[in-house]
């Protein structure tokens, strides 16, 4: 299976440009999520999420630099789950 990192809670914001919809819709946590891949855009079973705090101060580049510090930490564990769906 393919799986992919996406940098918003989903189901919500899919696609591109996710970070500046959240902080657009006045969001006070986003995150990211890594997922299976399927036919429909970031639409695949959800592996693992890990949440991440808008703070008043952020910046788009600011709060895209904590999801994706978010994503490497999770990322691993979302591997590691796969490999071990796999096994049985």
Known sequence: PMINVHPSLLPKY???N???QAMEAGEKVTGC???YVNEELDGGD???QAEVPIL??????SL???IQRKEYAILPAAIEHVKQQLQK
């Open 46 to 48: 959800i592996i693992m």
């Open 33 to 35: 999520t890594v997922h």
């Open 14 to 16: 899919k696609g591109l």
């Open 56 to 61: 008043p101060e952020d910046t788009i580049e």
């Open 64 to 66: 895209t630099k904590a």
């Open 18 to 20: 996710v970070v500046e």
